[in-house]
């Protein structure tokens, strides 16, 4: 891998589940960190694409490179150790959480490795700590709240030392404190440790708040609609366009990013 | 987190074996030749050659091997099987796999294949039978996009129907010694003679044993979705081909020498699961010494509980893992 390349190339993607592709023509890059949102309608494909972007779905056509290299000739560990995905929904394991954090250092396990070493155990302890969620290790995952599970889930990712950090939602079924818990955090990461992060967002104003760059997708089309700096791509034109609903665009009075608001 | 875990996991282990020794011991002397176990020392040291020394080592040494292999691999194959498909009732008799196994040994028995192979023929024929029957339960559950666990479970239940019938089909049509040997292998019984059968069955399940072992942590990551397991870095591909082809074999292996023995792959991972855990790294090792140990004893009630005349092993295990099976589903509905 090429750490001068960019993190991560998306190049002419087509993809999808069965015969008619869900996106098409897809090509972006993502810059050594550098926090893209995806937005667009529900059933526009933001999932489809994140799971095609690590790998987990294979695209129809197009190619993916992560830092410069081919995603096909990489094997899975070697892609985990770059890219760590989490994702919407988390099926809840009856394990603790330091257990299940601890399945994020599995891209560093040799074939005859069983056991963790002191490193992944330490790792872990200080991802937890680093999250704020020390003083759960030992509990049940399916004992403690939802954000505090995706607080887990993303502890999990990030004891994979990715570069790359893919987010599916990660503040959805979240209160406000949670949503401004989580995303605060990334935003931390990405400025401590020059994280690169995708993640796909619902919400436009958080993805306006917290991206450096939109990649707005078209619902029907599957195309990528637009992109580029929230002030570009968060316009009263666009947003209509592509939710068909009206909307008032202000500006947020503190960050001076677009902020909107739903018009009748 | 840590070394707790280990030296827990550590105590089970010394536990199961010293478990195992003992039901060892216990099947050793119980017989309608009465052996104390005082005794065996004796017979083992000085009386080579001797009726007692006979007894032990020609009728119930192979007896007790089989138990050992047979138990350990039908638990170990149960537990690979709830691992992959993420649900406590699959084990290879509700997945019909060892419908399957025993529709290939009849398919054997009938077309004298092992006249033609030698001895062989019988494992090989259950492990093509279970492998058929896993293939396809497996695509036909996953054809919906992902594993639905009713509708695989209803599934792995019709093959099993299927595959019983066509058996009693090939009875019906078989002639009558050949219709015999059918039945008498059919309800299941650890009484083999065969030392190749047994040296086969016992380094199979060994075997077994290994391979899925190095995939522990495979087993652990699919516990959170093939999705997850790939995000984590598992040719998730590579694994299932091998778990599923190692369930198979232990499966093929089993029924092939000890006939259709009920969920005795179902009863032994659900309590060591409810005992240490979901962690496969001790789960696996864990069911092979229970089931080991289980099957041996199930054997010895068998044999015992309406002497002289002998029970198929697996109408005891039946009664028992029916059951659990009951005991686990309502349980189930409960948390759910």
Request: aromatic share 8%.
């Amino acid at each position: 891998m090429n750490d001068q390349a960019p993190i991560l190339t998306a190049d002419h993607l087509y993809c999808g589940y069965g015969k008619t592709p869900v996106l098409k023509n897809i090509s972006f890059e993502a810059q050594n960190g550098e926090i893209i949102s995806i937005i667009g309608p529900n059933g526009s494909g933001k999932t489809t694409l994140l799971k095609t972007l690590c790998g987990v779905l294979k695209p129809r056509q197009g190619n993916i490179f992560i830092k410069g290299e081919e995603i096909g000739k990489l094997s899975r560990s070697r892609i985990s150790r770059t890219v760590a995905r989490v994702s919407q929904t988390i099926d809840m394991p009856p394990m603790t959480v330091s257990a299940y954090v601890l399945m994020g250092r599995l891209p560093y396990f040799k074939r005859y490795q069983f056991f963790e070493r002191k490193a992944d155990v330490d790792k872990v302890k200080e991802t937890l700590g680093l999250l704020g969620i020390g003083h759960l290790a030992e509990k049940s995952m399916d004992a403690i709240s939802g954000g505090q599970q995706q607080l887990a889930a993303i502890a999990r990712a990030l004891v994979q030392e990715p570069d790359l950090l893919l987010l599916d939602e990660p503040t959805s079924h979240l209160d406000i404190t949670h949503q401004a818990v989580i995303l605060n955090q990334i935003r931390r990461l990405n400025r401590k440790f020059n994280l690169s992060v995708i993640m796909v967002l619902h919400d436009l104003n958080l993805a306006s708040e917290y991206a450096h760059r939109l990649i707005l997708l078209n619902g029907k089309a599957g195309e990528v609609f637009c992109t580029g700096s929230p002030e570009h791509v968060i316009t009263k034109e666009y947003i209509e366009t592509v939710y068909k609903t009206p909307v008032l665009v202000d500006q947020h009075p503190r960050s001076g990013k677009p902020f909107i608001l739903l018009d009748g | 987190m840590g070394r707790s875990r280990f030296i827990t996991w550590a105590w089970v282990l010394v536990f199961l074996v010293i478990l195992l020794f003992v039901v060892c011991a216990v099947a050793l002397c119980t017989g309608s030749a009465g052996i104390a176990i005082k005794d065996i020392p004796g017979i083992i040291f000085h009386g080579r050659g001797s009726t007692d020394y006979n007894i032990l080592f020609k009728i119930r040494m192979p007896r007790i091997l089989l138990g050992i292999a047979t138990g350990g691999a039908l638990s170990l194959a149960g537990a690979i099987l709830q691992g992959l498909f993420r649900n406590p009732l699959v084990e290879p008799y509700t997945l019909g796999i060892s419908g399957g196994a025993s529709l290939g040994v009849c398919l054997n028995i009938l077309f004298k294949w092992h006249l033609i192979m030698g001895i062989i023929a019988y494992p090989l024929s259950g492990f093509l039978g279970a492998l058929t029957v896993i293939t396809l339960v497996y695509l036909i559950s996953i054809k919906t996009g992902m594993v639905k666990t009713d509708t695989m479970l209803l599934t792995g239940v019709m093959i099993s129907f299927v595959c019983s019938s066509l058996v009693m089909l090939l009875m019906a049509v078989s002639k009558s010694d050949e219709l015999q040997t059918i039945v008498f292998w059919i309800m299941g019984s650890l009484d083999e003679t065969n030392l190749t059968l047994i040296r086969i069955c016992c380094i199979g399940s060994v075997a077994g044993l290994i391979i899925s072992l190095f995939f522990c942590l495979d087993l652990n990551a699919l516990s959170l979705g093939e999705e997850e397991a790939m995000n984590l870095g598992i040719n998730i591909e590579l694994s299932k081909k091998v778990l599923f082809v190692t369930a198979s074999i232990l499966t093929g292996l089993s029924v092939s020498v000890g006939g259709i023995i009920m969920f005795a792959g179902l009863i032994v991972p659900h309590f060591m699961r409810m005992t240490v855990g979901s962690d496969h790294r001790i789960l696996l090792l864990g069911s092979f010494l229970a089931g080991a140990s289980f099957l041996t004893l199930c054997d010895v009630i068998a044999r015992t509980i309406i002497s002289p005349l002998e029970l198929p092993v697996g109408v005891i295990t039946g009664i028992i893992g029916g059951v659990v099976f009951i005991y686990v589903l309502t349980r189930k509905r409960a948390i759910s």
